[in-house]
């Protein structure tokens, strides 16, 4: 069975005080209320996730980066390597955010990279997926989505993508306040497992966890939870403040199964 992960990506946002704050409230949060179906994971900016480690000592939050060099270290000015990272007690690194593809231009040989580092260095991989408004109103979607799958995916066993998580994330959705809708989800995510399971196996495609990320808030999460193939969520926005993100939480350990 797939792991069930609420996971809170800040993006660029916060200042440390505020990061602080809001991972204390977290961790506050799930060692007074043990969570027995979701997992939480924080992903804050680099110079805010040694406190974040700090401030969840217990490891009941996971703290994850939002980015990684695929390089092992040298000049590679401005970067972050895996090892720095484990170095520091961070668990997860999200891979290809659609951010950093769209405007940092993140090529799929890249993301390819990544994700094979991360993999070898036993940092958990969310390799983030999802199209553009255009290749949703032509109806590309599913082949868009298969193709960064695809370029991601190239030359791995299914060994070695046991601890892979998967995040849908429509461009369209996210931080637009336009959700998919939970039928639109779950149609992409079924899509994203069954073609997990024509290159490995169904076992594998059954034990990836596969998010969904996209305007997700306490108001529209209970509906897409719900829906077989969504594992949980990667939130930007709503994960920014305690009380949206604890809410998330609780909807998350309520729902998803
Ligand atoms: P959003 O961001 O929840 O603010 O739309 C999601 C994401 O980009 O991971």
């Not at 200042?15 to 179906?37: D, I, M, R, W, Y």
């Not at 939970?182 to 079924?190: F, L, N, R, T, W």
């Not at 969904?212 to 930007?236: H, M, R, T």
């Amino acid at each position: 069975m797939a792991r069930k992960v609420i996971a809170g990506n800040w993006k660029m946002n916060l200042s440390q005080k505020e990061g602080e704050e809001l991972v204390k409230a977290s961790n506050a949060f799930v060692e007074a209320n043990p969570l027995v179906h979701v997992e939480v994971v924080i992903a804050p900016p680099y110079l805010q996730l040694q406190q974040a480690v700090k401030y969840s000592p217990t490891g009941r939050v996971s703290i994850a980066a939002q980015n990684m060099n695929e390089n092992d270290n040298g000049a590679f000015t401005g970067e972050i390597s895996a090892s720095m990272l484990k170095e520091i007690g961070v668990e997860l690194v999200i891979i290809g955010h659609s951010e950093r593809r769209e405007i940092l231009g993140e090529s799929d040989a890249q993301i390819h990279a990544k994700l094979k580092k991360a993999l070898r260095s036993n940092l958990y991989p969310i390799l983030c997926v999802g199209e553009k408004l255009e290749d949703r109103k032509s109806g590309n979607h599913f082949k868009f989505v298969q193709g960064q799958l695809e370029s991601a995916l190239e030359g791995f066993s299914g060994d070695e993508l046991s601890s892979l998580v998967i995040a849908y994330e429509p461009i369209w959705a996210i931080g637009t306040g336009e959700t998919a809708s939970p039928a639109q989800a779950q149609e992409m995510h079924a899509f994203i497992r069954k073609h997990i399971a024509s290159i490995y196996t169904a076992t594998l495609a059954d034990e990836i966890s596969v998010l969904y990320g996209g305007s997700v808030k306490p108001e529209n999460a209970k509906e897409i939870f719900a829906q077989p193939d969504v594992d949980g969520g990667l939130i930007g926005g709503a994960a920014t403040k305690p009380e949206s993100f604890i809410e998330l939480i609780k909807i998350g350990e309520s729902v998803l199964r």
